[in-house]
Structure formats: structure tokens, C-alpha cells
């Protein structure tokens, strides 16, 4: 049985405010289009500088790596020089983006401080 995705959402102000959606769950084919709806909300209200907190995300398929790469591309049609991080990945999680190179694609940190740090 799969558990239900939740997304909370915060901002952390500074020189570039950046949104932050705390993800914790299952992110799979069920839940995927949640977190698409979210970051493309953060995205239309004016956010240029997101990053995905992972670290209660018990599960992530494919679908999940999907809405991952439609955010990013959502963030660079909308201009501005717009960045995705993805931070505190679980171990399982980590393994899945290294194994289908999504490491290459993302900057991936330890931390959501060191995320924070890194714009």
C-alpha cells in the first residue's frame, strides 16, 4: 500500500527568496501530478528559485523523475534564469537518480541548508 504524498510549502527569504516544497510520501504514478501542480503554482506565482526537500519520500517511481524534469523545464520556459535543487534524498531515492543520471541533470545536496547556501 502506497502512502499518500504530501507537499508543504515555504519560503526562505534572503538576497533571492527561494521556495522551498517539503515532499514526504510516496512519489509515484498517483501523486506525480501533485507535485507538477505545486511547483508549476510556485513557478506562476513568480518563484524563479525552487528546491525539492525529498527527505521524507519513501518512494519515488518514474513518474516522480518526470515531474521533476517538467518543473525544470517549466522554470527555464518561464525565464529569469530559474534553478531547481533537489535536497536530502533518501538513500533509495539517491540510488534511483544516479542509476537513470538524473545527478547530471539536477544538483542534488545532502542537506536543505546546503541547498539553501548553494544559490
Not at 502506497?2 to 527569504?13: D, F, G
Not at 501533485?34 to 519513501?58: F, H
Not at 537518480?97 to 542534488?108: A, N, P, R, S
Amino acid at each position: 500500500m502506497s502512502t499518500p504524498l504530501r507537499i508543504a510549502v515555504s519560503e526562505e527569504k534572503g538576497e533571492s527568496p527561494v521556495t522551498i516544497l517539503h515532499l514526504s510520501g510516496d512519489l509515484d504514478s498517483k501523486t506525480y501530478s501533485d507535485l507538477e501542480s505545486k511547483g508549476a503554482e510556485a513557478i506562476d506565482k513568480g518563484s524563479r528559485r525552487l528546491v525539492l526537500e525529498l527527505g521524507g519520500v519513501t518512494f519515488m517511481g518514474s513518474a516522480g523523475l518526470r515531474a521533476m524534469h517538467g518543473i525544470s523545464n517549466k522554470l527555464k520556459s518561464a525565464g529569469g534564469g530559474g534553478r531547481l535543487k533537489i535536497a536530502n534524498p533518501s538513500d533509495a531515492v539517491s540510488r534511483i537518480m544516479k542509476t537513470l543520471g538524473f545527478d547530471q541533470m539536477f544538483e542534488i545536496h545532502g542537506s536543505l541548508e546546503d541547498a539553501l547556501k548553494s544559490f
